[in-house]
């Protein structure tokens, strides 16, 4: 795979080509046993792979934080033990050092400051410290992932190094690569079925019941798109039936599972998180409040979201504020996707909830041709 | 039919009215109107809470009463439903409202305070008209429209203390800060 990482993750040369793929009903990964883990090879999507970033002086992203000299080394541990005891908030410092030290000069990172043309007020600092006025200094916004990127960022600030290892993406067991081939196969059933019979657009969107490695969910792995449990939710794009334009597949899914929630009542023993602990620490700076808790109640947290084509940026953006864990599609959206085609939505800078996004490439691909294309200028 | 500073500002504080009903019900307070040929044709707030479901912006539920209602969604009229329409916002939309609004067509967005955590018209990336899109055409987002006021009630949401939270963090020394200073 890693020589497909055109920075869409080898998506770009992916051609659907349906008379190199094997008529057989069931791929490989149906033989062997059920929790074993699957190379990466024979996973039967692609991995999107954000393309590398800040590599270079002028893509370090950087955030405005106070910091305070402190020329006392004597002053040095009082200050320690001043920051620990003090309400500065430092999860949004948490990839940095606290201190830098040139010189004879000690430099102590305080707090982070969003929008600096709005802080009109620094941190306020102990009384019985010797110490001169805070100033603000641009810091790097995130962990250097690279040994390049780090030499880059220590320049601005010391930086933890933390580079993505190859064991950081989550493995897949043959059981659970089945559960995905049946809820693929169920998504493109569902979209064919609405396309053919009803005139939609022919795009689903199904959020099968999580995956379970017990003997029980594995009965159910091959079964039909019928065999859907309690917990399964299906929806189909109404926009032509319902004339109304943004009564997309995956939107309908997120509004029938809000509704299922709320119609079941689970939701009262679900926390409503209007807010995220990180948000909290800004609150208090002058910045202007930020907009992460505008309603999250994380519906999808865990959850992983079939669907036949790559949602628009509308969708993707949906599906990061329910906190979807992953999102499978089938077919990419080059003109207007939100999960690698016009854009990557999770992979912006500043979005609070990441989610994986792996493009389709096993057997439902044999079905992909049957009534599922759609123009390339739509919103999937 | 261009509105002049005063029916900004009039629409505004009718946007700013849905905000403070999100507010008293305990939403994250933004609010918004639509206006066709200077009338209000459509209001609405967050609901996110109220219909746990995280999508229900402000924008989508006022898109949705519109599109619910015949007399203002005449069919033929034109591709896009809110070509002759404005949106007074009193937050940047988000992300996923800025692309709602150029697949309805929007004709322009005024908005209160910019988002830079999810801002969908320039605060993380302008989907309104810096995107391009295949067939939906660009659409104008100013903001600066009582932003004071917009950013005074976020404060206020956030000054109080959230039993929502999942780990509720003690707000009882938090102070309402009132200076703002200009973007």
């Known amino acids: 795979p890693d020589q497909l990482d055109d920075g869409w993750g080898g998506l770009s040369s992916v051609d659907v080509d349906s008379g190199s793929v094997s008529k057989a009903p069931f791929p490989p990964f149906f033989r062997g046993a059920v929790d074993d883990i699957l190379p990466e090879e024979e996973l039967p999507f692609e991995r999107f792979k954000p393309p590398p970033e800040e590599e270079t002086a002028d893509s370090i992203r950087t955030i405005q934080a106070w910091a305070v000299d402190v020329p006392d080394p004597r002053s040095i541990g009082l200050m320690l033990k001043w920051l620990r005891r003090s309400d500065l908030d430092a999860s949004e410092l948490g990839h940095l050092k606290r201190v830098r030290k040139q010189n004879d000069t000690s430099t102590f990172l305080l707090s982070v400051s969003t929008s600096p043309s709005l802080s009109s007020e620094p941190p306020s600092l102990p009384a019985d410290i010797p110490l001169p006025a805070p100033y603000l200094l641009p810091v790097p916004a995130s962990a250097a992932l690279t040994l390049t990127s780090l030499d880059l960022k220590n320049a601005l600030w010391p930086t933890v190094y933390a580079p993505r290892r190859k064991g950081e993406v989550e493995p897949w067991t043959r059981g659970r690569a089945r559960w995905a081939w049946g809820a693929m196969r169920a998504a493109v059933r569902e979209a064919q079925q609405r396309g053919r019979d009803a005139g939609e657009l022919p795009v689903a969107a199904y959020v099968p019941a999580p995956y379970q490695s017990d003997a029980d969910a594995d009965a159910d792995l091959a079964s039909d798109a019928d065999d859907k449990g309690a917990d399964a939710f299906m929806a189909h794009d109404t926009r032509r039936s319902a004339a109304h334009p943004l009564r997309h597949a995956v939107m309908n899914v997120i509004r029938q599972i809000a509704d299922a929630r709320a119609r079941s009542g689970d939701v009262a023993e679900q926390p409503i998180h209007t807010s995220t602990p990180g948000d909290e620490e800004e609150n208090d700076s002058d910045s202007v409040p930020p907009l992460n808790a505008n309603g999250t109640n994380y519906l999808l947290t865990a959850r992983t979201l079939f669907t036949t084509h790559e949602p628009c940026i509308m969708c993707s953006m949906a599906l990061l504020h329910s906190r979807v864990k992953e999102v499978v599609y089938l077919l990419p959206m080059r003109a207007t996707g939100g999960c690698g085609g016009g854009t990557c939505v999770p992979a912006l800078p500043g979005v609070n909830h990441r989610f994986g996004i792996c493009r389709w490439t096993g057997d439902a691909v044999l079905e992909a041709e049957a009534g599922l294309q759609v123009d390339a200028s739509v919103d999937a | ?183």
């Open chain 2, 1 to 183: 039919m261009a509105a002049n500073t005063g029916e900004h500002e009039k629409f505004m504080a009718e946007a700013m009215a849905m905000a403070e009903e999100a507010l008293a019900a305990g939403e994250v307070p933004v609010g918004c109107i639509f206006v066709r040929e200077n009338t209000i044709i459509a209001k609405a707030r967050n609901r996110t809470n109220e219909l746990r479901n995280a999508t229900r912006h402000a924008e989508l539920e006022a898109i949705d009463e519109i599109m619910a209602d015949p007399a203002l969604t005449p069919p033929g009229s034109s591709g896009y439903p809110l070509a002759d329409t404005t949106l007074y916002v009193t937050v940047e939309p988000c992300i996923m409202c800025a692309s709602a609004l150029r697949q309805m067509g929007i004709k322009q967005v005024l908005y209160g305070c910019s988002n830079d955590r999810f801002g969908g018209c320039g605060g993380v990336i302008g989907i309104n008209d810096r995107l391009a899109h295949p067939s939906h055409p660009p659409y104008e987002a100013i903001g600066g429209y009582s932003r004071e006021d917009a950013i005074l009630i976020l404060r206020r949401f956030y000054v109080t203390e959230n039993s929502n939270a999942p780990t509720p963090k003690s707000k009882v020394n938090r102070v309402l800060k009132t200076e703002i200073l200009p973007p």
